[in-house]
């Protein structure tokens, strides 16, 4: 079962546009990752929201966390060719005394230069 | 900076054949995961371990897919036989332990069964 719904699942833009990218669930994580993974790589940890309504800036990139918990955001300003990537979110829930992490099936980011 | 550090990068093999991955984690972090990435998808968990004990390996195909971590450290995980289905990128990845909710993830092996 996906419990992480991802959109879109494929963006193509044009360098100096924005985009937003969406992660939504029906459930309640205790917190929220976002990860870019490159082809061919492991996926690198961008931010993790773990606060209602919690917003980061990371440069360019903005990420909110839902108020409820179970949705999130990242929005891309003046994208950039080095944005392109597989954009990943993954939800924490703690199970047992670690976290699980579950991954929704990312938002493949082109940006042409 | 440490990094998780996984072998092979690329692995290639026939059905029925045996298959087996490594990985270090960052040092000192004491919980290590195995994560399958089917191309189009986002990574699985397939076992978790914690220290040198296995704490979830609910989504590994026990029947051909095992697991060990024997000294707490590096873990290798093997395919016996593989088969065509199991071509995917294998992740591994690290946290610094119980209560940890940040992963580490190594630049993974991509696996192609023929």
């Known amino acids: 079962t996906q419990l992480l719904e991802q959109s879109p699942q494929f963006l193509s833009i044009q360098e100096g546009e924005n985009l937003t990218v969406y992660c939504n669930s029906s459930s309640v994580f205790s917190s929220l990752q976002w990860y870019r993974q490159e082809p061919g790589e492991g996926p690198v940890l961008l931010v993790t929201?773990?606060?209602?309504?919690e917003v980061k800036k990371l440069k360019r990139l903005t990420f909110q966390f839902g108020d409820a918990r179970k949705d999130s955001s990242l929005h891309i300003t003046a994208a950039q060719p080095g944005d392109t990537g597989l954009y990943l979110c993954a939800g924490a829930r703690l199970g047992g005394s670690n976290y699980k992490l579950t991954f929704g099936k990312g938002t493949l980011l082109t940006v042409n230069p | 900076e440490a990094e998780v550090a996984q072998s092979p990068r690329y692995k290639i093999t026939e059905k029925s054949q045996a298959v087996a991955f490594w990985c270090d984690p960052i040092?000192?972090?004491?919980?290590l995961y195995w994560y399958r990435q089917i191309l189009g998808q986002g990574p699985e968990l397939l076992v978790q371990?914690?220290?040198?004990?296995?704490?979830?390996d609910s989504q590994l195909p026990k029947d051909r897919f095992s697991a060990e971590r024997l000294k707490g450290v590096d873990s290798t995980l093997k395919i016996q036989p593989a088969e065509l289905g199991d071509s995917a990128m294998y992740l591994c990845a690290s946290s610094s332990g119980q209560g940890a909710i940040t992963q580490y993830f190594g630049p993974g092996t991509r696996l192609l069964v023929l």
């Open positions: 371990f914690q220290d040198e004990s296995v704490v979830d």
């Open positions: 040092s000192g972090h004491a919980t």
């Open positions: 929201v773990v606060t209602g309504g």
